[in-house]
């Protein structure tokens, strides 16, 4: 029996150096019968995503976390990019993140939905909307008239990542993100009271490999009620200070 086996012989060392010091004392339960190995697997996978991964990434004992179809993920994390939610992006990731692609704009998505010709429905975790819902919903609409100008003279100082992020402090989640065209702010959409759409490149919405990633509360992103708030620009030198329409 495969469960049982490890107590005698193993080729994890690090299994095996952990039964040295704690076999005598160790519980073995056994799972099943499961019926086949394909069920056996997926439960093991789900089971090692319940527990989360050991520091340093290593699941356990395991050498493999399992098919990422299998794992449990936050609601909305699709299937593909279930690993990255154990890959949070830190104060230190996001600062190497605006050093390989450039300033970053960073958008609160809610569940609320804009029934406009657009049709922009917001972000339902238990349901979320089909990727190009997603793009229309984190380009517009934004209060970035004020910046229009500098962004316009200088394109070189305009955001380059458009990264829209649902939950609050501690529990934000990147849900998209895509690549902003710096040379087309001077002929971007605009409305009333400052509201501008973010001019994007390409059809992707999972630029720099952000999308599923969680965000540690160490990175300071918030957002305010405000409409000048419902935005953060972070460059090198930190985030930028809200600018009141």
């Known amino acids: 029996m495969r469960p049982g086996s490890h107590f005698i012989k193993t080729h994890n060392k690090a299994l095996e150096a952990w039964l040295e010091k704690h ?11 499961l019926g086949s190995k394909e ?17 340093g990434g290593q699941p356990f004992f395991n050498e493999h976390g399992g098919k990422s179809i299998h794992r ?8 593909k990019f279930a690993s990255r939610t154990v890959q949070p992006l830190d104060a230190k990731a996001m600062m190497r993140a605006v050093r ?11 569940q609320t939905s804009f029934d406009d010709a657009e049709e922009r429905p917001g972000y339902d975790l238990a349901a979320p909307p089909p990727d190009e819902k997603i793009r229309a919903r984190m380009e517009c609409w934004w209060q970035l008239r004020s910046r229009l100008d500098g962004w316009v003279k200088s394109p070189s100082t305009s955001p380059k990542l458009l990264v829209a992020v649902t939950g609050g402090p501690g529990n934000q989640s990147i849900i998209a993100s895509a690549r902003i065209n710096a040379g087309a702010w001077d002929n971007v959409p605009r409305i009333k ?11 992707s919405i999972d630029a720099a490999g952000l999308r599923g990633r969680p965000i540690a509360k160490d990175v300071g992103l918030w957002f305010g009620s405000f409409r000048h708030q419902q935005y953060r620009i972070l460059d090198s030198k930190g985030f930028a200070h809200d600018q009141e329409e």
């Open 23 to 33: 076999g005598q004392t160790a519980r073995l339960e056994v799972v099943g019968p």
């Open 39 to 55: 069920m056996a697997d997926a439960i093991e996978t789900a089971l090692i995503s319940a527990y989360g991964p050991l520091k």
């Open 72 to 79: 449990f993920r936050p609601w909305g994390v699709p299937n």
């Open 100 to 110: 390989d692609h450039g300033p970053l704009l960073f958008v609160r998505i809610n």
């Open 193 to 203: 009271s400052g509201l501008v759409q973010v001019p994007l490149r390409g059809k």
